[in-house]
């Protein structure tokens, strides 16, 4: 038996354009998945991932990807029908996943889980797959269980650190980055990722030439947030994420729950705040000094939002044992 982790993600500039062929910039936070993985002399699988409800799961290998499939199991099934069609396996697999967070944070644990999935298949049956080739793999299942993303959950869960992205993992690049000070709020409002890239397609229909130019910018912000994330120019940094989170209120993705605790966290003195991920709910980020953490973490309960404690640029998908 072999478990491995991956850690889950924070989009910190450019969300909604980076589906449209711009870059964005993300972390990995450490918040991790755990799979561990089994060989079985039967050729089927078997899984139990508890956190998301998949008790005693039991199918074929040869039937991965049919009939009727709960929804925590749908990445583990599309991700195992890629790889066992590349690498044809003997027999069959026992699959366990274990999350550290809950998934309604937003933190993108069914894509950690897809990539664990993935290492620990490349280590059992001795693939050696890059670090390319398990985004590659894990983004394939992606797409085929969700239609649609960019993929920078996955990279972030591969790869690790903070990310300079571009869609479909392009351009995947490293950025060194010294203790990114954030404070992160929970809204507490659950959204649908691709119902949201889907209403900002629609709008996008209407206005084509309006909201290219929006995507457009927002890939501005981000080349300009890369080089001041590299120099640690926070009050710039922080300027960035206001004139950004202006381009995705224009796009209407704001969403009242999150503008209230982002407001909220500017008034009490962050360097800047905006939404983070897909909109409407899950999380928005503040970038504060140090002295005024603690203000700001308040200022974000006070608008009724849960702050999460946790650490960026952590260490991507990894054997633990
Ligand atoms: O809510 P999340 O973390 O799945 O992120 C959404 C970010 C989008 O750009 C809207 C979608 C994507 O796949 O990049």
Same mark, same amino acid.
């Given at each position: 038996?072999? $478990? ?12 909604? %354009?980076?589906?449209? =062929? #711009? ?20 050729? $089927? ?6 956190? !998301? ?9 040869? =039937? ?8 925590? %199991? #749908? ?18 697999? &026992?699959? *366990?996943? &274990? ?32 670090? @390319? ?14 239609? @649609?993303?960019?993929?920078? =959950?996955?990279?972030?869960? $591969? ?7 571009? $869609?479909?993992?392009?351009?995947? *690049?490293?950025? *060194? ?6 404070? !992160? ?35 501005? !912000? ?5 080089? &001041? ?40 003195? %962050? ?18 000094? @140090? =002295? ?16 999460v404690d946790l650490s960026v640029h952590v260490e991507g998908v990894r054997v633990?044992?």
């Amino acid at each position: 038996m072999i $478990t491995v982790s991956a850690p889950g993600k924070l989009m910190l500039f450019g969300e909604h %354009a980076v589906v449209y =062929d #711009r870059p964005c910039l993300a972390t990995a936070v450490d918040q991790r998945m755990f799979v561990s993985i089994d060989k079985l002399e039967e050729k $089927t699988l078997e899984l139990e991932a508890l956190d !998301v409800e998949v008790i005693g799961y039991k199918k074929p290998l040869e =039937d991965l990807g049919k009939g009727d499939i709960p929804k925590g %199991a #749908r990445f583990i099934e599309a991700v195992l029908k890629r790889l066992i069609a590349k690498h044809p396996i003997k027999g069959g697999l &026992r699959v *366990e996943t &274990r999350s550290e967070f809950s998934s309604t944070y937003g933190f993108g644990s069914s894509s950690a889980s897809t990539v664990c999935l993935v290492k620990a298949f490349s280590e059992v049956f001795g693939t050696g797959f890059s670090k @390319k080739q398990i985004f590659d793999f894990a983004y394939g299942a992606v797409l085929d269980v969700q239609g @649609k993303g960019s993929g920078y =959950d996955v990279a972030a869960a $591969t790869y690790g650190g903070t990310i300079y992205f571009m $869609t479909g993992g392009e351009t995947i *690049e490293p950025i *060194e980055v010294d203790g990114l000070p954030l404070v !992160v709020g929970y809204s507490g409002v659950k959204v649908d990722t691709v119902q949201l890239i889907d209403e900002v397609a629609e709008r996008a229909k209407n206005y084509p030439e309006v909201v290219a130019r929006i995507y457009d910018g927002i890939a501005g !912000v981000v080349e300009l947030a890369k080089e &001041r994330l590299m120099s640690h120019d926070w009050t710039s940094l922080g300027e960035l994420m206001n004139i950004n989170e202006g381009y995705l209120s224009s796009l209407g993705v704001e969403g009242t729950k999150l503008a209230t605790m982002i407001y909220a966290a500017r008034e009490a003195g %962050a360097y800047g705040a905006k939404l983070s991920g897909a909109g409407i709910g899950d999380c928005m980020i503040a970038l504060v000094p @140090k =002295d005024k953490k603690q203000d700001v973490a308040e200022a974000i309960e006070g608008a009724g939002g849960e702050v999460v404690d946790l650490s960026v640029h952590v260490e991507g998908v990894r054997v633990e044992k």
